[in-house]
């Protein structure tokens, strides 16, 4: 039982003070009538409320804070329309596991099934996005749904859990809004009791796998990076001299210039992560769910590996690829229990040779890295070289956020990502329009923290208006603006596979404005349309910390995205840049050439 003493609260003065016990130091939101009681008293709060200009940006910026931190994201709006707006944040999240508390307005309890104004079924709609989602009825009720909300985000598989609160329960005009508050020390929630620690007899039958392993690979998702396991992951691939591939929302898990990093695998990872996968006898799935756009066709997929799974939702095991061992449990806790047992056999003795393993590792990295044509002096700019010039300008634990599609594919490829934590971007939902956003929830809970947005102008134009938030709420953000004049992805896609027919995919470089738009928003813009500019306009962007910066890159419009698994294909399919061999392997050789084909076309055009 709580020593506190009891306080008479209403429901909205009860809500934020059960935030504060919480410890939440922002709340993202946007107000309405539902809700309007609750924003009453955050005026005497000591939590900071961010005012952002569309609810689907207040939902991104909880993403965003908690990516960065591993802390839940709080993000609070109105009930119907506002409401509905969050649904693609909360649904980014459910399905990349970010913990997120979620609290909507809701009519009055009276009004609920009456088609009233701003009325919708907000937990039924809800539902399918959320880890959990509650109505609460009762003023008292609220400090107990806070709290069990806070335990569910962030316990076992983390995820968001929505509370919609009837306006009646906590209007200071209701009397039967008041009650005696006491914030509960405990949860008690038959049913929900994930449990973070493997079982003796998985760890032991991992463990006979590793030893017998001749060239096991390490695929690690970002399971690892919320369970806060890095370091642990590390410590294993060192020990086992085991190579490791990192996911898209796993990048900076493991340093990118550690000896054993082999960067990203899927469908544009490069060739050396792909095909090790590919190549390896044993795959140690740590933190991650056997994507599609890793795995590719998934009878193709490692076809000679065994599998060892570490998951802590028991509901990924076997979901796609049928382990040989199973490990249900906390990432970190069972990195921690397969050291301590290995360090018992002997630590790096209990492994075989991988030497001649690393040797074929290392020979596919020299003959297939990542390349790019560089462009010319007064040329349009290549994506990669403005990647590479950000990436080499800025500290080394810059946080880098990106929106979803060709420059989220080359940043993940093109930056160095030696520190976990600072690369954040919608990988499941692949949300267009997340970077914005998502960069001022992150600068919000680092300010001394520099935080680059990575995006294209098509996901520029979907969230823009949250640089007004960035200006008003001195949220310095930088946005690297990658203006290719098209959705650069789909358009790739229409030329490798739909004989250059492009289909609505141009947007033009010219309109709108962005150097204007962003100006108009508070911000300082710059425009760069020459390779020998990049640098110094990218000094001049950092040199600015009182206010965000919008950096415009006019890039070419037909650069494409390598290596790339073809849709449907198998990674053994993979097709690497035009201007490398392509490998002996893959039968996609003959289409790659089709490709320079048409891009030869398509430029006489």
């Known amino acids: 039982?709580?020593?506190?003493?009891?306080?008479?609260?209403?429901?909205?003065?009860?809500?934020?003070?059960?935030?504060?016990?919480?410890?939440?130091?922002?709340?993202?939101?946007?107000?309405?009538?539902?809700?309007?009681?609750?924003?009453?008293?955050?005026?005497?709060?000591?939590?900071?409320?961010?005012?952002?200009?569309?609810?689907?940006?207040?939902?991104?910026?909880?993403?965003?804070?908690?990516?960065?931190?591993?802390?839940?994201?709080?993000?609070?709006?109105?009930?119907?329309?506002?409401?509905?707006?969050?649904?693609?944040?909360?649904?980014?999240?459910?399905?990349?596991?970010?913990?997120?508390?979620?609290?909507?307005?809701?009519?009055?309890?009276?009004?609920?099934?009456?088609?009233?104004?701003?009325?919708?079924?907000?937990?039924?709609?809800?539902?399918?996005?959320?880890?959990?989602?509650?109505?609460?009825?009762?003023?008292?009720?609220?400090?107990?749904?806070?709290?069990?909300?806070?335990?569910?985000?962030?316990?076992?598989?983390?995820?968001?859990?929505?509370?919609?609160?009837?306006?009646?329960?906590?209007?200071?005009?209701?009397?039967d809004a008041y009650f005696d508050f006491v914030y509960p020390d405990t949860v008690d929630l038959p049913g929900y009791s994930p449990d973070g620690r493997p079982s003796d007899d998985s760890i032991d039958a991992a463990l006979e796998l590793l030893a017998a392993a001749e060239r096991p690979v390490l695929y690690v998702g970002g399971g690892v990076l919320k369970a806060r396991a890095a370091e642990a992951v590390l410590r294993l691939a060192e020990m086992g001299d085991i190579p490791v591939v990192t996911t898209l929302m796993a990048r900076g898990a493991v340093p990118d210039d550690h000896e054993l990093c082999l960067g990203m695998p899927g469908m544009h990872g490069n060739y050396t992560a792909v095909t090790a996968i590919q190549r390896c006898d044993l795959l140690i799935a740590m933190g991650s769910r056997f994507d599609d756009r890793v795995t590719g066709k998934v009878g193709a997929f490692a076809p000679d590996a065994k599998v060892i799974h570490v998951d802590i939702d028991p509901a990924e095991h076997g979901k796609v690829r049928i382990p040989e061992v199973s490990v249900v449990g906390d990432c970190r806790l069972v990195c921690e229990a397969l050291l301590a047992k290995l360090e018992v056999k002997g630590g790096a003795s209990a492994f075989a040779d991988h030497t001649p393993w690393r040797q074929q590792v290392s020979g596919w990295q020299e003959k297939y890295p990542l390349v790019y044509q560089s462009s010319e002096s007064g040329e349009l700019l290549k994506p990669q070289h403005v990647i590479e010039s950000l990436r080499d300008s800025c500290p080394p634990d810059t946080i880098v956020t990106s929106g979803v599609g060709q420059h989220q594919m080359f940043a993940s490829q093109y930056w160095t990502f030696n520190h976990p934590y600072t690369w954040i971007n919608s990988g499941g939902l692949g949300t267009m329009g997340f970077s914005i956003p998502a960069a001022i929830g992150a600068k919000a809970a680092y300010p001394d923290r520099m935080v680059w947005a990575v995006d294209g102008d098509g996901c520029f134009q979907m969230t823009a208006q949250e640089l007004i938030t960035a200006s008003v709420e001195k949220i310095p953000i930088k946005v690297a603006l990658l203006n290719n004049a098209y959705l650069g992805m789909v358009r790739q896609w229409q030329e490798l596979f739909y004989d250059n027919r492009y289909s609505e995919v141009y947007l033009s470089h010219d309109m709108p404005d962005y150097v204007k738009w962003a100006e108009s928003m508070g911000c300082v813009a710059f425009r760069v349309e020459d390779p020998d500019e990049i640098a110094a306009t990218i000094a001049k962007a950092n040199a600015i910390n009182d206010r965000p910066v919008v950096v415009e890159f006019r890039c070419v419009e037909e650069e494409n995205v390598f290596p790339m698994v073809p849709a449907g294909g198998s990674n053994d399919d993979i097709i690497v840049d035009p201007s490398q061999e392509q490998p002996a392997h893959s039968t996609a050789a003959q289409d790659a050439s089709m490709t320079d084909a048409q891009r030869t076309g398509e430029k006489a055009k």
């Open 1 to 175: 039982m709580s020593d506190q003493e009891p306080i008479r609260l209403n429901g909205g003065q009860a809500l934020i003070k059960s935030l504060e016990m919480e410890g939440v130091e922002v709340i993202f939101g946007y107000p309405g009538g539902a809700i309007l009681p609750v924003y009453d008293p955050i005026i005497d709060s000591k939590i900071r409320h961010v005012l952002v200009r569309h609810e689907q940006g207040a939902g991104h910026a909880a993403e965003g804070y908690a990516h960065a931190t591993g802390r839940p994201g709080v993000c609070m709006v109105t009930s119907g329309p506002a409401a509905t707006n969050i649904v693609t944040p909360l649904a980014d999240a459910y399905l990349d596991s970010v913990p997120m508390v979620c609290i909507t307005g809701q009519v009055a309890l009276a009004a609920i099934g009456t088609d009233a104004f701003q009325e919708c079924d907000t937990t039924g709609i809800t539902r399918s996005v959320t880890k959990h989602n509650m109505l609460v009825t009762r003023a008292e009720d609220i400090p107990m749904a806070v709290k069990e909300a806070f335990h569910i985000a962030t316990t076992g598989r983390p995820g968001p859990v929505l509370i919609d609160i009837p306006k009646n329960i906590v209007d200071a005009n209701n009397p």
